[in-house]
């Protein structure tokens, strides 16, 4: 009796070391972002752009709004709003900053679920707390094998799960997926009404929260449902997948009617880009080959070598993760929803390229990188060689440590926030709503900074600081979201730019009436402040970097 109490008292304290360490190591990636150092606000990783994005459209939202926050005039669209509707609502209910609530406080209870849900789950499913451990573990740490040829996390295109809160919406779906599982297998053991309906929810506002998880989750259901129906003569699961399908439809068409062309077919752009682009494998010799053979129709050689090319696409991307293939597969409803989406996962970016924004179709990857992770916990859990488990384990961390080492691990950051513009920005935010002016980003410029960091967001690249930290809706700000949405802006931007180069008073007056533009926020280093003294402007803010201008 001792002798087990002793094992059960291991083997949680071993959960709870591998939770912490993994939240801990995950969360880093955020909670530094977004506090006032003695420049302003620092900004790490990818958190510099899309951090400010989700503020910028929590912050609309809160204020219920239903336009695009960057893009004034134009209704939100083609765009999951899940994740931005409960941090909005979290704001509104607890008073507490829209930042701080996305950088601090969600990351880590996010990463905490998703380690908690995971062992739930397997443990559920394989009755073995082993393999819950070990699915656990490359949960948390699995990653590429980028470091093998001394580049990063996603050389081989797909960011890993060290990432993974740099991205809440895909952190959020990974926890209704789990959720989702976990009531379709009580579902399975005993019916109840409660769980049926929670699984229709869970399934059916996933497409809300992250779209490429709700097509992944649904067309997964569709499957295990068939599987269930035809081989088990059970409907359940299909009443599951029609309810959460009806309640999708219902979710996703209002925001997203003109979404069916987002997706464009464009075999293997992923390969070759791999190959050919010096921030990914680089292999240009390799490349050449691949686009000779592709234009000159040798299709024996092309085929083998974008086949080489495939190989070390899956390689380099599961990394340890690859020991799944090795899994004896048993067939259920869980397996066949689970190794549907890796499959899915796989074969869509090979396939599809996103309109505007080609690479966003590699989170198609990410759901197959996860799910991968549980399986090979299971297969690792059947290894009884210790050396065998040391090397993998050995294999699979160093893309955690040399991602947060290189990337958020520095005391400098990449972006911030300057504190003149921070004040500058905080006095608006208490100004009637209005919508605001603000100069296009200068990729020229921009490009001169590169190598000068902490790099001010204006120089960073195209973000929605402005109205994220405003609380106004801006005129144009953040093209790469206005793109990746479907607006049609270029036209808009060309607009702007003429407005602020012309000398025409009289123009420049119009445009500022016909565009309903209450403030202009204008850094002093421009140099195009041609004859602002002959429109009708107040002076309502000005410091050292900034002057606020209101339209009378």
């Known amino acids: 009796m001792l002798k087990k109490a002793l094992k059960l008292f291991s083997q949680r304290i071993n959960l709870i070391i591998l939770i912490l360490l993994g939240s801990i190591s995950w969360s880093w990636t955020m909670v530094k972002s977004g506090w006032q150092y003695s420049y302003g606000l620092g900004f790490w990783g990818a958190n510099g752009h899309d951090g400010v994005w989700h503020i910028a459209l929590s912050e609309s939202l809160s204020r219920g709004l239903l336009n695009m ?135 059916g506002t996933l497409i809300e929260i992250k779209a490429y998880a709700g097509i992944m989750g649904l067309g997964a259901l569709f499957v295990s449902s068939v599987y269930s129906l035809f081989i088990r003569k059970n409907i359940n699961l299909l009443k599951v997948f029609v309810g959460a399908f009806l309640l999708s439809l219902v979710l996703y068409l209002p925001l997203n009617k003109n979404s069916t062309g987002l997706l464009v077919l464009s075999p293997f752009w992923f390969l070759e880009t791999m190959m050919g682009t010096n921030d990914r494998v680089d292999w240009q010799k390799f490349y050449s080959a691949m686009m000779t053979y592709k234009s000159g129709g040798v299709f024996v050689k092309g085929i083998l070598a974008y086949g080489v090319a495939f190989v070390v696409f899956i390689l380099g991307n599961f990394g340890t993760r690859i020991i799944f293939l090795f899994r004896k597969i048993k067939i259920d409803k869980i397996n066949i929803f689970i190794y549907s989406i890796i499959g899915a996962g796989v074969a869509i970016p090979m396939l599809f390229l996103q309109k505007g924004t080609p690479w966003n179709t590699i989170q198609f990857f990410y759901y197959s990188l996860f799910f991968s992770s549980i399986l090979a916990g299971i297969v690792l859990s059947k290894v009884k060689s210790k050396i065998i488990i040391l090397v993998v384990v050995l294999a699979t961390i160093p893309t955690t440590f040399i991602t947060l080492k290189d990337v958020f691990v520095p005391s400098r950051p990449p972006a911030m926030l300057p504190l003149d513009e921070l004040a500058a920005l905080s006095f608006l935010s208490k100004q009637p709503d209005g919508v605001v002016l603000t100069k296009p980003f200068d990729f020229n410029r921009a490009k001169a900074a590169e190598n000068n960091p902490p790099r001010p967001l204006y120089l960073y690249t195209s973000t929605a600081y402005v109205s994220a930290f405003s609380k106004q809706q801006t005129f144009l700000e953040d093209e790469i979201n206005i793109d990746i949405t479907g607006y049609s802006w270029k036209t808009r931007k060309d607009q702007v730019l003429e407005w602020y180069e012309s000398k025409d008073v009289s123009m420049r007056s119009n445009f500022l009436i016909d565009n309903d533009i209450k403030y202009i926020y204008w850094l002093k280093e421009d140099d195009t402040m041609f004859y602002l003294n002959k429109l009708s402007l107040t002076n309502i803010f000005e410091n050292n970097l900034v002057i606020v201008y209101r339209v009378e």
């Not at 952190?171 to 009404?193: N, R, V």
């Open 69 to 203: 926050p960057v893009f004034a005039g134009a209704s939100l669209q083609n765009y999951h709003i899940g994740f931005d509707l409960i941090l909005a609502l979290l704001h509104k209910i607890a008073f507490i900053p829209t930042s701080v609530l996305y950088f601090q406080i969600l990351p880590p209870i996010f990463a905490l679920l998703i380690g908690l849900l995971t062992y739930v789950f397997t443990l559920s499913w394989t009755k073995s707390s082993r393999s819950a451990w070990w699915s656990t573990f490359f949960v948390y740490f699995g990653g590429s094998f980028g470091w093998v040829i001394g580049k990063g996390e996603s050389v081989f295109w797909s960011q890993q799960a060290i990432s993974t809160l740099v991205n809440p919406p895909l952190a959020l779906s990974l926890i209704f997926l789990l959720l989702g599982l976990i009531l379709i297998k009580k579902l399975d053991e005993k019916f109840t009404t409660v769980n049926f309906i929670l699984s229709i929810l869970v399934f």
